[in-house]
């Protein structure tokens, strides 16, 4: 497949702003009827909005990908969707920090960094796409399939933990 035009990978992207959509929606179901025990412990919290993040990331770059328009035009809004994670999300999380005197797990900071190392891959293959250099849509797809088996690693261990705290809770 050509790893410039986006028409090529029609299909492939259809198939992933579905997933993304419909796990989306899951997830979003499934952190409703737990809300408690999220919102009251920093760990789940985080799990949380990290695999809501990146299940809407999934979303957003396939349908990047999916608007007709010139590979060149699909490649600036990809380096755009990559740069915009590490700037927004990047700037709450050192905001973050600085608020917690620099003591955060360090589980937290090695799963941030496989994000922030996403987005970089993401920026830079956009950068491919429009220069017409390098792999392409191949690491874009690639992407997308790392950052969906990781949210759902994510969120199955953030429900795991929910229901860890939901059987030792005391029964009144």
Known sequence: MDPYSPEAWHDFFIASAGAAAALTGLLFVALSLHIRYIAVNPLHRNQARGSLIGLVQV???????LVRQPASWAGIELALIGALYIVVIGGYQFASLFRANWKVPRVTLI???YGY???????????NIYARNGPGLYVTAFI???????NLRNAWALLMGVADEYLVEPTS
């Open 59 to 65: 979303l957003v770059i396939s349908l990047a990908v």
């Open 144 to 150: 997308c399939v790392a950052i969906v088996v990781w």
């Open 111 to 113: 799963r941030s960094s």
């Open 117 to 127: 190392l996403l987005a970089l891959g993401g920026f830079i293959s956009g950068l």
